[in-house]
């Protein structure tokens, strides 16, 4: 099966798309003649022309050739027939013309010359190239003796090699005794001659070593000039000059070079300071990638030499003090190049060809015809053939005309000879291409279709598609010479069967093909660029696309090669993980994805970091007694550049083994100016900081010691508390031994009393951070001063601080005090507040102390009463209370109080508060209902906050669909407490609204709700048999024993649970409740305007159907109170009877409460 390479050309074998431009060049430059068929002969491998050979190995001269029949094969030597088989030490292989010479035990130097290969047969004669057979020599140095070289620092010199000439040239080293090469740079180069060239020499160019080296690479030895002594001497030095050309010599030169060859031009130059080497062309740029620089710009190389190259090319060299320039004239020859070399031709008889042998060259070649290996000239005339420079024209060929052709191109840079044969045949087409090949394609890439076929005279080729489309040249297609049919940029549609017929006059052939176009493998998830730290993982993702008939595989490459036999690189099906990430680990990784027809690759770097090695070389310059210069050489930063460096410093005499941070600089920075303090042992260690964090500290500095000075700072913090009565604490935050400057620190402590003119009386404080002055007056100010001294003087000035003496208690209390009551909850206080020098301290304010004595409608006193204390900051002399109970008797009185504590309280001042609106009811209860009525109970408020005078009742009805009625109201005295309301509505749900007054107003109300009893008249809201009228007097007319029979049936048939209403409540409350319309009395939807209470459920209709559109709720979901009502079945509904403060409770426990059906119940 046929392939296609990675760009989707399609050859037998993968490769690159060289190889397609092979494929095709051949497709009309080789015929191939069925072996089955006769040919003459065609040379199929053959030796270089050129052949050096090593004595030590036999000498092998191939000479391969094919035809029908089977060529047979001669030689000849240096141009006379070589006997084969009369010189044992030659071999030519069966069936084949290959030599083998065994040369062990002879001289090699008899076998050496010219040898051509013959090959013939029936039908012709087919030549090989002259081979040059040569052996390799490696001659010894010729014995020399080297003097000894002096020479003066500055000067140029030339060290010359002068090898053997050996077969082929020597490769020329120049290595000291130890084999060690010599170092070469701008300065020092070795020539293509093998000389040495030193633009200067300098001191430590002095050796007795220079020794050439010449190695011989066939015999595989090396030879070694006699050593040279060179001694440079810097008595007389040579002063700075200008450049100077030391080879090649003089302003211009020339070179030749063939085409397709290597050009090497070389310029070395002297001069002092050494020179700079740049190249130019004239009226050309040197920009080609064919161009490179080696030897530190002193060799220019041009590859693949070709015509254009020919020109003047400068070389400059350049100093401060000048520029010398050599031109180097180069022109390209040209040995001969075939431009279109002779084919094979296959003519039928009768038909006419020609042979053709176009070459090129400079000087222009000469071109000889041969036929069967003789000169054309020299064989017997045929009309059919002529002759005219590069062409041979065949007329009218008949069978048995058949030979082998050779032209001959040569001038004085070499030759080019080829064989063609001509045979003259008569045979029908026949495809030689397998049949049914099936050949695979990529998308978007061109199709090759091989229909490779013989016959004579040559078939013609058709093409056709699925066995019907004649396949025609166009845009689309392309049918080569040789019947390879080209699909420029083949698409999915082209897929199918295509079928190539050859056809000559002596018959016709055709053969299948087939022609598969598959989808690119495409990478859709190229891996991403990775930053990653040490010892983290690393994933790189490769999500692949690609045609479901062609199975990829995935491989992945680190840096173009395998990845690491490692288990921390594990390779998914679509990503690959790196686990604990190392610094090796960094580089390229390719994820490249191949199937049978294509590949596609995409590639990721792994960036590997990690927190910076440690600075070194720490040294300390520009000492002074208050600085340092610290110079630091920085680590590897791995990849992630430094941040900063953090400087330590420890100081050895103050605190030793503690490092403290001083500074830090840019990461850009490798010195840091360090500003010092006196009397410290410091020791500096440096830190870099990158993204991934602190390097390890680096190893400390040198001990640096600084002189001690007086200090240069005074403690800080100086705090003056009096905390007792007659004495003064005075602290302040102690120097650190950084601070201290030098030896002997203490505390100059001083004070004096402000505002008068005593002097300043002082303390010095050693090893400590405060002072207690003593037999100080009560809260008098202090001006105070702390300095720091030691053995070497004082601080600076201190700065001045002014504290209080110890504070004492109050002396006096508030005078004068007056109450004005605002209303039953607020008063405001006033009072004289008491003198400066009383308070004996820092004022804080005054503190009020109140409680409640009792109600005035109370005889006695509250035993308990809970003492209140409001505080008011500062010099205050009013304050407010609030919270106060309205219809109160209330208590007070007022100290000042300081820092120290509360001044002696104030005589009590009383004060009446006046009556307000009362609190809501303790209760309101439904304690019984009828058909008509309800009766109420409830109790008076635990908070009248006056003289009650009385409440007031409100009370509204409430329909089945939430609306309430037209309120009702009543007014009580104070003294009533129960009322029974008439005239009610049966199985009516009724709203009460209560409240209580005094002469201020009403107070808050308390809410209850309740249902009148339900009229037995009126319909259940089921329709059940049990609640029939008629079927209750049927139960009335039957016999006691009959009646209880048929109750017990009733009851089991319509026993069931409960409704769970309580949730049912909970979950359906109605959202749409809306006030009483007030201004015409009638119903409104119903709300709980004062208490938001929402309403227990909704209420049964009189005509006992239920709204199931309006609520899912039962009667009994108002049940709180009266005497219980009906479930919808007709059961009784116990649990919610009863108070309102009791639970509801769920189950089938029931109270029993009087109605038809429990009544019946009750005698079972």
């Known amino acids: 099966m046929a392939h296609s390479t990675a760009d989707g050309n399609m050859v037998w074998v993968s490769g690159s798309g060289a190889a397609l431009l092979i494929f095709l060049s051949h497709m009309t430059s080789a015929l191939e003649v069925p072996l089955d068929l006769p040919q003459p002969p065609t040379i199929t491998l053959q030796s270089p022309k050129d052949y050096i050979f090593d004595p030590r190995e036999n000498i092998v001269i191939h000479c391969e050739a094919k035809g029908k029949p089977h060529p047979f094969f001669s030689w000849t030597r240096n141009g006379t027939h070589f006997d084969v088989e009369k010189d044992s030490k030659v071999l030519m292989k069966p069936g084949s013309g290959t030599l083998v010479i065994d040369i062990s035990g002879e001289k090699a130097e008899a076998y050496e010359g010219t040898y051509q290969c013959t090959a013939h047969n029936d039908h012709g004669t087919a030549v090989s190239n002259n081979f040059v057979i040569r052996q390799s020599r490696s001659p010894l140095w010729s014995k020399e003796r080297n003097d000894a070289i002096t020479v003066q620092r500055g000067v140029s010199l030339v060290l010359q090699c002068r090898p053997p000439a050996g077969l082929p040239p020597p490769l020329i080293l120049w290595m000291d005794n130890n084999l060690q090469k010599l170092p070469l740079d701008q300065r020092v180069s070795q020539a293509l001659n093998g000389d040495l060239y030193f633009a200067n020499v300098l001191p430590e160019d002095t050796r007795s070593d220079y020794i050439c080296y010449a190695r011989f690479p066939h015999t595989r030895t090396i030879q070694q000039k006699q050593p040279i002594s060179v001694t440079v001497l810097d008595n007389r030095p040579e002063g700075e000059h200008r450049p100077g050309f030391m080879l090649p010599l003089g302003p211009a030169s020339t070179q030749m070079v063939l085409r397709g060859e290597t050009l090497v031009l070389e310029c070395i130059a002297e001069g002092l300071p050494t020179p700079e080497i740049s190249w130019q062309k004239d009226g050309g740029e040197l920009m080609s990638s064919r161009i490179s620089l080696h030897n530190f710009k002193k060799m220019l190389k041009i590859s693949d030499v070709n015509e254009a190259d020919a020109g003047d090319y400068r070389c400059t060299a350049t100093n401060k003090l000048g520029t010398a320039h050599h031109v180097i004239k180069v022109t390209v020859k040209a040995a001969p190049f075939w431009i279109s070399a002779p084919r094979n031709l296959i003519l039928a008889p009768n038909e006419t060809g020609i042979v053709t042998c176009r070459v090129n060259g400079e000087p222009k070649p000469q071109i000889s015809w041969f036929v069967n290996g003789v000169p054309i000239a020299n064989t017997p005339e045929d009309k059919s053939r002529k002759v005219e420079d590069d062409t041979v024209i065949l007329s009218t060929v008949q069978s048995g005309s058949s030979a082998v052709y050779q032209c001959n191109a040569s001038n004085e840079f070499g030759y080019l000879m080829a064989n063609a044969f001509v045979s003259v045949l008569a045979e029908p087409p026949r495809v030689l291409t397998p049949p049914n090949q099936v050949y695979q394609v990529i998308t978007n890439n061109p199709a090759l279709l091989h229909c490779s076929s013989f016959g004579s005279p040559l078939p013609t080729i058709t093409w056709f598609k699925d066995s019907q489309t004649s396949v025609k040249d166009g845009d689309q297609y392309v049918i080569h010479e040789n019947g390879t049919l080209e699909i420029h940029v083949a698409q999915p549609l082209n897929s199918g069967k295509y079928t190539c017929i050859a056809t000559n006059n002596l018959g016709i052939k055709e053969n299948h093909v087939f022609l598969e176009v598959k989808e690119p493998t495409r990478i859709l998830r190229q891996p991403e660029y990775k930053v990653v730290q040490r010892g983290m993982s690393a994933v ?412 007031t009742l409100k009370y509204q009805a409430v329909n089945n669909t939430n609306e309430v009625g037209p309120a009702k109201y009543m007014n009580f005295l104070a003294n009533e407490t129960r009322i029974t309301l008439g005239n009610l509505n049966a199985s009516m749900l009724y709203k009460f609204y209560l409240s209580a007054k005094t002469i201020k107003g009403s107070g808050h109300i308390i809410t209850e709700e309740g249902f009148t009893v339900m009229d037995t008249a009126v319909p259940s809201r089921q329709v059940d048999i049990a609640t029939q009228g008629w079927f209750i007097g049927l139960m009335c007319a039957i016999a006691l024993l009959i009646l209880v029979l048929l109750i017990v049936c009733f009851i089991k048939r319509n026993k069931g649970g409960k409704y769970p209403v309580k949730e049912k409540e909970e979950a359906h409350q109605d959202p749409e409740i809306q006030p009483m319309k007030e201004d015409d009395g009638t119903f409104g939807e119903y709300s709980d305007t004062e208490d938001h209470k929402p309403l227990k459920g909704s209420r049964t209709p009189s005509n006992g159907t239920v709204r199931r559109d309006e609520s899912d709720d039962s009667l009994v979901d108002y049940g709180e109170g009266g005497d219980g009502q009906f479930n919808e079945d007709g059961s009784f509904i116990g649990q919610y009877s009863g108070k309102k403060e009791k639970d509801t409770h769920e189950g089938n426990e029931s109270s029993e409460a009087p109605s038809p059906v429990n009544a019946m119940n009750s005698f079972v």
């Open 540 to 951: 790189f993702e490769c999500k692949v696309k690609h045609d479901h008939s062609l199975v990829p595989t995935m491989t992945w490459l680190k840096d173009n090669a395998e990845l690491p036999d490692d288990g921390r690189f594990a390779v998914d099906t679509d990503r690959l993980n790196i686990k604990d990430v190392t610094s090796e680990d960094e580089g390229t990784y390719t994820c490249i994805v191949n199937t049978t027809l294509d590949r596609d690759s995409a590639s990721a770097m792994l960036t590997v970091v990690e927190k910076p090695d440690p600075p070194t070389d720490l040294e300390l310059t520009d000492q002074t007694d208050r600085s340092v210069q610290l110079t630091w050489i920085p680590g590897d930063d791995h990849n992630s550049p430094t941040q900063k460096f953090l400087i330590q410093y420890e100081d050895l005499l103050h605190q030793p083994g503690t490092w403290n941070n001083l500074t830090d600089v840019a990461g850009t920075s490798t010195t840091a100016q360090l500003n010092l303090s006196p009397f410290v042992y410091y020791s500096f260690r440096v830190l870099a900081l990158n993204h991934v964090g602190y390097s390890d500290p680096s190893q400390p500095s040198r001990q640096y010691r600084t002189n001690p000075a007086a200090p240069d700072e005074n403690p800080s913090d100086v705090q003056v508390v009096g905390t007792e009565p007659g004495s003064l604490v005075i602290s302040w935050t102690q120097l650190t031994g950084l601070q201290s400057n030098g030896p002997g620190l203490e505390y100059k402590v001083q004070w004096r009393q402000k505002d008068t003119d005593t002097d300043w009386s002082s303390q010095n404080v050693a090893n400590d951070s405060k002072f207690i002055m003593t037999g100080t007056p009560t809260f008098v100010p202090f001006e105070i001063k702390v300095q720091a001294i030691n053995d070497y003087g004082s601080g600076p000035e201190p700065e001045l601080v002014v504290g209080y003496s110890g504070e004492d208690l109050p002396l006096s209390a508030p005078e004068s005090i007056q109450v004005m009551v605002n209303n039953g909850t607020l008063a405001e206080v006033h009072w004289e507040p008491v003198s400066p020098n009383s308070v004996r301290g820092n004022l804080q304010g005054y503190k009020v102390f109140y409680w409640r004595e009792r109600g005035l409608h109370e005889t006695e006193e509250e035993k308990d009463h809970k003492e209140q204390v409001l505080m008011f900051s500062g010099n205050r002399s009013e304050g407010r209370l609030p919270g106060l109970q309205p219809y109160s008797l209330y208590k007070l009185f007022i100290k000042v109080f300081n820092s120290k504590g509360d001044g002696p309280p104030s005589p009590n001042k009383t004060f009446e508060t006046p009556e307000g609106v009362p609190g809501s009811p303790s209760f309101l209860n439904i304690v019984s209902s009828s058909l008509d009525s309800i009766t109420l109970e409830w109790g008076p408020p635990k908070n009248s906050n006056g003289r009650l005078a009385g409440y």
